[in-house]
T-cell receptor
Framework: EAAVTQSPRNKVTVTGGNVTLSCRQT?????MYWYRQDTGHGLRLIHY???????QIGDVPDGYKATRTTQEDFFLLLELASPSQTSLYFC??????????FGPGTRLTVL | AQKVTQTQTSISVVEKTTVTMDCVYE???????LFWYKQTASGEIVFLIR??????ENATVGHYSLNFQKPKSSIGLIITATQIEDSAVYFC???????????FGTGTTVSVSP
C-alpha cells in the first residue's frame, strides 16, 4: 500500500499570506493529486500530475499553483491566500489504473 | 459532465447487523471505474473496494460488497456484520475511462452502536 505523507498537518495564515503544502509518496506511483474537502462538497480535485515537471488542472484550480519536483514530491502553493481557501487539503497518489491512496490531510485556516 | 450522488446523509445501525448505502452516478463514458472510500473520525481516508464497469460480477472484499446495477447507474455498498469501528463517513467516487480525476459524492455518515 502506498505511503503518502503531508506537511504541515495544520497551518494558520493571514489573508494575502504565502503558503506551501507539501506531499511525498514513497511507492513509485506516477500520479499525484491535490484535493480540498469542504462540508457539503465532498472532495474536489485542485491539480494533479503524472510525473516530475508535469501539471494538470483539476476542477477547482483558481487561486492555486502546484509543482511536481520529483516522482515523490508534489507541492501546492497558495500565493495570496484568502479566507475562502480555509479547508482540509488531501494529497493522494495512484498507479496507472488503480485506486488512489490518500495522505493524512492538512488543515489550513486563513484568517 | 460526470456526477456522483449520495442521497443518504446518515444511517444508524446496531452492531453485527448489515448496513446498505446508496450511490448513483452520471457519466457518458461507456467504461468507467467506481470506488468506495471510508473517512474515519481522525480524518484518514481509506480505500475500501472498487468496481470496474465492464465486470458483471459484484466486487467483494472482506465484509464489504457492492451491488452494481449498471442499467440504473447505481453502485451500492453493503457492510455485513458491522462493528463499532465501521462508524465513519463513506464516500462513493467515480473515474471515467480516459480521465484521472475522482469525482466524489458528498458522503454518508454511518453510526454503529452496541
Amino acid at each position: 500500500e502506498a505511503a503518502v505523507t503531508q506537511s504541515p498537518r495544520n497551518k494558520v495564515t493571514v489573508t494575502g499570506g504565502n503558503v506551501t503544502l507539501s506531499c511525498r509518496q514513497t511507492n513509485s506511483h506516477n500520479y499525484m493529486y491535490w484535493y480540498r474537502q469542504d462540508t457539503g462538497h465532498g472532495l474536489r480535485l485542485i491539480h494533479y500530475s503524472y510525473g516530475a515537471g508535469n501539471l494538470q488542472i483539476g476542477d477547482v484550480p483558481d487561486g492555486y499553483k502546484a509543482t511536481r519536483t520529483t516522482q515523490e514530491d508534489f507541492f501546492l502553493l497558495l500565493e495570496l491566500a484568502s479566507p475562502s481557501q480555509t479547508s482540509l487539503y488531501f494529497c493522494a497518489s495512484s498507479g496507472e489504473d488503480a485506486e488512489q491512496f490518500f495522505g493524512p490531510g492538512t488543515r489550513l485556516t486563513v484568517l | 459532465a460526470q456526477k456522483v450522488t449520495q442521497t443518504q446523509t446518515s444511517i444508524s445501525v446496531v452492531e453485527k447487523t448489515t448496513v446498505t448505502m446508496d450511490c448513483v452516478y452520471e457519466t457518458r463514458d461507456s467504461s468507467y471505474f467506481l470506488f468506495w472510500y471510508k473517512q474515519t473520525a481522525s480524518g484518514e481516508i481509506v480505500f475500501l473496494i472498487r468496481q470496474d464497469s465492464y465486470k458483471k460480477e459484484n466486487a467483494t472484499v472482506g465484509h464489504y460488497s457492492l451491488n452494481f446495477q449498471k442499467p440504473k447507474s447505481s453502485i451500492g455498498l453493503i457492510i455485513t456484520a458491522t462493528q463499532i469501528e465501521d462508524s465513519a463517513v463513506y464516500f462513493c467516487a467515480m473515474r471515467g475511462w480516459g480521465g484521472r480525476a475522482l469525482i466524489f459524492g458528498t458522503g454518508t455518515t454511518v453510526s454503529v452502536s452496541p
